[in-house]
C-alpha cells in the first residue's frame, strides 16, 4: 500500500490529559538543620519536593490517563507523537475516550470540592509541619486549570516537495505495530504464563486483544493476514471452559511465541507438557495388602523453563 493510501486508511490521535502532582520545590529554609550544618550547593544536589496533600486523592487522574493511553494502544500504534488509529476503529474509540473524558471531569469536580479537606487532613497527619505544608499550598483555581483531560483527532497530509521526514514516519509504522506486539506478548507471558502448565480462559484475552489489533492495521503490511489467520485457527480449537493444559496449552504458548519471539513459549510449543493420567482403581478383592508405611523423604517440585542464549531475529 502507499503511502498516500495508508495516510487515507489512518486517523492521528493526540491525547492532552494534564495532572497535577500536589507536589512543590522544597526549599532550604523548609528543612530543620542541626547547628552548624551546611547545604550543598544547587549546582551540587536539589533538595527535591514536598507533597502538599495525600497522594491516594491524585491517584484516581493517572488512572484514567492510563485507561486512554490503553484504549488507543488497544487499536492503534504510536505515530508522530500521538497515536495512528485505523479510520473504522475511530467512532468507537472516540466514545470510550469520550466517556473516560468524562469520569475524568467528574472526579475532578468532586476533588475540587474536597480539596480544602483534604489539605487540612493532610496537615494534621504531619505534626510539626504545619506551615511548610501551608505555605505550599495552591489556590483553588490554579489546581482546576492543572487538571484536564481532552482528545484532538485529525488527518495529515504532507507539504509538497517536503515529504521525506513523512516518508520515513510512514515506512516505520509497520516496525512500531511490531515492536507493541512484541512488548505486549512479553508482558502477556511474564504476568499468566512463565513458570506454569496450564491457565484459565483468561489468558487468552490478551492474545486476542493482540490478534484485533494487527487485523485493524493489518493494511500497513498484508502479509500479516497469514499470522492472525493461523493464530485465530489455534484459538479456535481450544476448550471454551476449564483450565488450558498439555497441548492446548502448548499451542497456545507456540501463539505467544509467534507474536512475541519469547524461546521459553517456542520450547514448550515444540515440547508439549505430559498429562498424568488418574491412577485407575483396582476393585477391593483385587487390591494388594498395604505394607506396612514407613518415612519417605519429600522432595519439592519445581516446573523446568528451558532457558536461551538469544531470541529469534524474525517476528513469525
Not at 526549599?27 to 536539589?46: Q, V
Not at 484514567?64 to 495512528?84: C, M, Q
Not at 521525506?164 to 515506512?171: D, Y
Not at 510449543?269 to 505394607?291: G, I, Q, R
Request: negative net charge; hydrophobic residues 40%.
Amino acid at each position: 500500500m502507499s503511502q498516500d493510501q495508508i495516510l487515507e486508511n489512518i486517523s492521528i490521535i493526540v491525547l492532552s490529559v494534564s495532572l497535577w502532582t500536589g507536589r512543590k520545590k522544597l526549599r532550604p529554609e523548609d528543612l530543620k538543620l542541626a547547628d552548624g550544618s551546611e547545604l550543598p550547593p544547587d549546582k551540587l544536589a536539589t533538595l527535591g519536593s514536598k507533597r502538599v496533600m495525600d497522594p491516594s486523592a491524585l491517584a484516581p487522574f493517572a488512572t484514567f490517563k492510563r485507561r486512554a493511553e490503553r484504549a488507543v494502544l488497544g487499536v492503534g500504534t504510536r505515530f508522530l507523537g500521538g497515536y495512528a488509529v485505523p479510520m473504522e476503529r475511530l467512532k468507537i474509540l472516540m466514545g470510550d475516550l469520550a466517556e473516560i473524558g468524562r469520569e475524568f471531569d467528574e472526579a475532578k469536580e468532586t476533588f475540587l470540592a474536597e480539596y480544602d479537606t483534604a489539605v487540612e487532613e493532610w496537615i494534621a497527619e504531619n505534626p510539626g509541619w504545619e506551615s511548610v505544608i501551608r505555605n505550599a499550598v495552591e489556590e483553588i483555581d490554579y489546581v482546576r486549570t492543572q487538571l484536564s483531560f481532552s482528545v484532538q483527532t485529525f488527518t495529515i497530509n504532507p507539504v509538497e516537495g517536503h515529504e521525506n521526514g513523512l516518508t520515513a514516519e510512514v515506512n516505520g509504522l509497520a516496525e512500531q505495530l511490531r515492536h507493541e506486539v512484541r512488548q505486549q506478548a512479553l508482558a502477556t507471558w511474564d504476568s499468566s504464563f512463565r513458570g506454569k502448565l496450564e491457565v484459565g480462559q483468561k489468558a487468552v484475552r490478551p492474545i486476542r486483544s493482540m490478534l484485533d489489533k494487527i487485523e485493524g492495521l493489518v493494511f500497513l503490511e498484508p502479509g500479516l493476514n497469514e499470522l492472525v489467520t493461523g493464530i485465530r485457527l489455534t484459538l479456535s480449537g481450544l476448550p471454551k471452559t476449564g483450565p488450558i493444559k498439555g497441548r492446548d496449552f502448548a499451542a497456545l504458548c507456540g501463539a505467544i511465541h509467534l507474536l512475541g519471539n519469547i524461546p521459553e513459549a517456542r520450547e514448550i510449543a515444540e515440547n508439549p507438557p505430559v498429562e498424568e493420567e488418574p491412577a485407575e482403581e483396582l476393585p477391593a478383592e483385587e487390591a494388594e495388602p498395604m505394607e506396612e508405611a514407613r518415612e519417605i523423604e519429600v522432595v519439592p517440585f519445581t516446573p523446568y523453563v528451558p532457558q536461551f542464549e538469544e531470541a529469534p531475529s524474525e517476528w513469525f
